[in-house]
């Protein structure tokens, strides 16, 4: 989406390792939905694993968190040196 929430939600989305729950339009959030909606085994399994998916995928652990920004912003700052 065009705002931050959206932005960040969808950050958030991919982090707890659910990349095919993120919409880059109105029609495939509209698609997702319908298909999420259609699939009560797979709307289960977001419900008893979420917490899990997003713990093991980094999520929650600050610690990494903080290591991969401070490598991006050191490799921010290589590049932007000439």
């Known amino acids: 989406g065009d705002r931050f929430s ?4 969808a950050s958030l989305v991919m982090a707890a390792g659910c990349p095919e729950l ?3 339009t109105a029609g495939e959030y ?3 939905a319908v298909r999420l909606a259609q699939s009560p085994g797979q709307l289960d399994h977001y419900r008893r694993n979420l917490r899990a998916m997003a713990k093991q995928n980094g999520l929650s652990d ?3 968190f903080a290591r991969k920004l401070e490598a991006a912003y050191i490799e921010m700052l290589q590049r932007a040196q000439p």
């Open 22 to 24: 993120v919409a880059h």
């Open 6 to 9: 959206s932005r960040y939600g």
């Open 62 to 64: 600050a610690r990494s």
């Open 30 to 32: 509209v698609d997702i």
